[in-house]
């Protein structure tokens, strides 16, 4: 696998999920690993990023409320989203930066109640 993106659902608002990307080794190690979100009819968004070392960046959006993370014995990212709220709803995929062309399978989140 390139890249597959996990764990979304359906939630109500103010709930949560964690999102889990795998991806492989060769993208993955020592790369930077973002997430990105697609709402209905808008263009993709960047959501959160996290260096190697772990350092981090989010989107004002979701600032306070996501947390990225990643394990590099896994070749995994995650993405935890807590507080949802309905314009959180989206397909998130993850990719690494520079962005490979392709998206791989992303994960639809639905906040709705």
């Known amino acids: 696998v390139q890249l597959q993106a996990s764990g979304g659902g359906l939630v109500q608002p103010g709930g949560s999920l964690r999102l889990s990307c795998a991806a492989s080794?060769?993208?993955?190690?020592?790369?930077?690993m973002v997430w990105y979100r697609q709402a209905p009819g808008k263009q993709r968004e960047f959501i959160a990023a996290?260096?190697?070392?772990?350092?981090?960046n989010y989107a004002d959006s979701v600032k306070g409320r996501f947390t990225i993370s990643r394990d590099n014995a896994k070749n995994r990212v995650y993405l935890q989203m807590n507080s949802l709220k309905p314009e959180d709803t989206g397909v998130y995929y993850c990719?690494?930066?520079?962005?490979?062309?392709?998206w791989g399978q992303g994960t639809l989140v639905t906040v709705s109640s």
């Open positions: 996290i260096t190697s070392g772990g350092s981090t």
């Open positions: 080794g060769s993208i993955f190690s020592g790369n930077t």
């Open positions: 990719n690494k930066l520079p962005k490979l062309p392709s």
